[in-house]
Nanobody, 121 residues
Framework: QVQLVESGGGMVQPGGSLRLSCVAS????????MTWVRQAPGKGPEWVST????????LYDNSVKGRFTISRDNSKNTMSLQMNSLKPEDTALYYC??????????????WGNGTQVTVSS
């Protein structure tokens, strides 16, 4: 059973930083593509970033490129998202998910419970 637990969210002022973490269990993390997805109130899921296991490729949505950095530690089954220069529009519930986007949109059982990020002055 896929289990994903996010942490590290909070409230921060514009321009601030947060580091989100995701601990994975129940599957072979090292061979799994992993994705960060966010969802703001009243909006659909928005792709943030994906780390591809086999190729090592990393992709970011244009809205976060240059500000967010995804990383993974296969020895610890963990994934992180370093978020810098945060903006109010980054406010959302952030989820880590097993798989790539948009495929993970149809597999909510492959998502964690999320961690809230609020950017406000």
């Amino acid at each position: 059973q896929v289990q994903l637990v996010e942490s590290g969210g909070g409230m921060v002022q514009p321009g601030g930083s947060l580091r989100l973490s995701c601990v994975a269990s129940g599957f072979t993390f090292s061979v799994s593509d992993m994705t960060w997805v966010r969802q703001a109130p009243g909006k659909g899921p928005e792709w943030v970033s994906t780390s591809y296991a086999n190729s090592g490729r990393i992709l970011y949505d244009n809205s976060v490129k240059g500000r967010f950095t995804i990383s993974r530690d296969n020895s610890k089954n963990t994934m992180s998202l370093q978020m810098n220069s945060l903006k109010p529009e980054d406010t959302a519930l952030y989820y880590c998910a097993k798989g790539s986007f948009p495929e993970v949109k149809g597999r909510r059982d492959y998502w964690g419970n999320g961690t809230q990020v609020t950017v406000s002055s």
